[in-house]
């Protein structure tokens, strides 16, 4: 293990995962996302700005049949996504490209994929405190890709009926929704997240199929944390379903 890494775990020590002790950490809208998208059947799936690789591990565990590929700019970041694929055993599965995403078409083929899942920057450039951090300001504001961007390369390797699903800030919402359908991909699912039942929402869980009908099912708001600021028991049974 690298000097500056900490070996943490994931889905209650099933799955270890290599992370910068000072970089940027898997929190906790990764993991709802990887436990939103629905693979269902889907073969290949793609993990747009994988990180350090925690969403493509955990839904190569969730989802043993499929082929997951992650694609990352971060050199280091996909150094430790590699190293943690190994770990897990999951080398035959799990394949961690380094790459730009606003040129998806150097890196794959396009309709190539059933399921492409992403936690894309959440801030544009001159919103709010630019972390110093290079890693953690690349992983949260669009610096090296914006949202539209990550839409585009969705849409490029999404093949027709093919699912794309998204975790993005709540205030930002009308810009996901708007871009999906932009690159043609029509939001089909919903889901608000709230710290607390009277808070506003703070996150948005999308789902979108490329090329799908007009329709939108809103499900009800997930709350994270009961007013003793303990997490729900829907929350919970999430984490440990």
């Not at 040129?103 to 992403?118: A, C, G, K, M, R």
């Amino acid at each position: 293990m690298e000097a500056d890494d900490t070996l943490d775990t994931l889905f209650h020590g099933k799955l270890a995962i290599f992370q910068g002790a000072k970089g940027y950490r898997v929190a906790l809208d990764s993991i709802l996302l990887a436990r939103f998208a629905k693979a269902g059947g889907a073969k290949r799936i793609l993990d747009l700005g994988c990180g350090n690789g925690a969403i493509a591990l955990m839904l190569a565990a969730l989802h043993p049949a499929a082929r997951i590929v992650g694609i990352e700019i971060q050199a280091q970041m996909v150094e430790r996504a590699r190293r943690s694929v190994s770990l897990n055993r999951f080398d035959q599965r799990v394949e961690v490209r380094q790459g730009d995403i606003a040129v998806i078409e150097t890196h794959f083929e396009p309709e190539s994929f059933d399921l492409v899942v992403t936690n894309p920057p959440y801030r544009a450039p001159r919103s709010g405190r630019v972390n110093p951090d290079v890693e953690k300001q690349i992983a949260r504001h669009e610096v090296r890709g914006k949202l539209m961007d990550f839409l585009r390369a969705a849409a490029y390797v999404l093949r027709k009926d093919g699912i794309f699903a998204g975790v993005f800030p709540a205030p930002r919402s009308v810009d996901l929704l708007a871009g999906m359908r932009e690159q043609g991909i029509e939001p089909k699912r919903l889901r608000w997240v709230h710290s607390l039942v009277n808070d506003p929402a703070s996150l948005v869980l999308v789902e979108g199929v490329k090329a799908g009908g007009v329709e939108l099912r809103v499900m009800p708001p997930l709350i994270i944390y009961t007013r003793e600021r303990k997490y729900t028991s829907e929350l919970i049974a999430i984490l440990n379903d």
